[in-house]
C-alpha cells in the first residue's frame, strides 16, 4: 500500500466529515433521549441547535470574509453558501429573493426527514430548522423572523422556509 492509496480526496474528505456530524448528531438525540427523555432530548437539542447555528455563521463569516450583509440578495447569497457547505447535497434546497424583505428557502428532500420516518419520529420530533435560520439571522446580524410552512410531523420531507427581514433600525440591520 503506498501513500497515495491512503489519500481522500478533498470532496471525499468534505463527504465524510458532514457525513459523521450528521451521525454525531443524531446518536447523540438518541443517547441522550434514551437517558432523559425525548421530551428533555428535544429541549437540550434545541439550545444546542441555536447556539451552534450562531456560532457556524460567525465562523463561515470569519472565513469568507463576510462583513455584514446589506440587502436580501446578500442573505440569499450567504444561505447559498451555508447551505453548500453545512447540509448534505442530497438535502435538495435553493433560496431565492422574493422582495427587498424577504427571502424564500425551499428544501425538497430534507435529509433528517427520512431517518425520523426510519425511526418512526416524525410525528414527536420537534424540526430545528427554524431555530437553527433564527440564530442565522441574530449571527448576521440581522433584524427579522424565520418562518417554515411545515415541522417534521407534516412535511414529508419539504418545506419552505421565509426570512422576514426587518430594515427599519439605523444601522439597517435591525439591531
Known amino acids: ?45 434545541l439550545m444546542v441547535v441555536e447556539s451552534f447555528g450562531r456560532t457556524e455563521t460567525r465562523r463561515l463569516m470569519d472565513m469568507a470574509g463576510i462583513e455584514n ?8 447569497a450567504y444561505l447559498r453558501l451555508a447551505g453548500d457547505l453545512f447540509l448534505p447535497p442530497e438535502h435538495g434546497r435553493e433560496f431565492e429573493v422574493v422582495d427587498q424583505d424577504t427571502v424564500r428557502g425551499r428544501v425538497s428532500n430534507c435529509f433528517l426527514y427520512k431517518h425520523l420516518t426510519a425511526a418512526g419520529t416524525t410525528q414527536i420530533h420537534q424540526c430545528g ?26 412535511c414529508g420531507g419539504g418545506c419552505e422556509i421565509f426570512f422576514r427581514l426587518d430594515w427599519s433600525s439605523e444601522d439597517g440591520h435591525g439591531q
Open 1 to 45: 500500500m503506498t501513500k497515495q492509496d491512503l489519500e481522500l480526496s478533498p470532496a471525499q474528505r468534505e463527504r465524510l466529515l458532514r457525513d459523521l456530524w450528521v451521525l454525531n448528531d443524531g446518536r447523540w438525540f438518541l443517547k441522550t433521549s434514551q437517558e432523559h427523555g425525548f421530551a428533555e432530548a428535544t429541549r437540550m437539542n
Open 69 to 76: 450583509i446589506a440587502d436580501a440578495e446578500g442573505l440569499a
Open 129 to 154: 430548522a427554524n431555530t437553527r435560520f433564527s440564530a442565522w439571522l441574530k449571527a448576521l446580524g440581522l433584524a427579522g423572523r424565520v418562518e417554515t410552512t411545515a415541522g417534521s410531523d407534516n
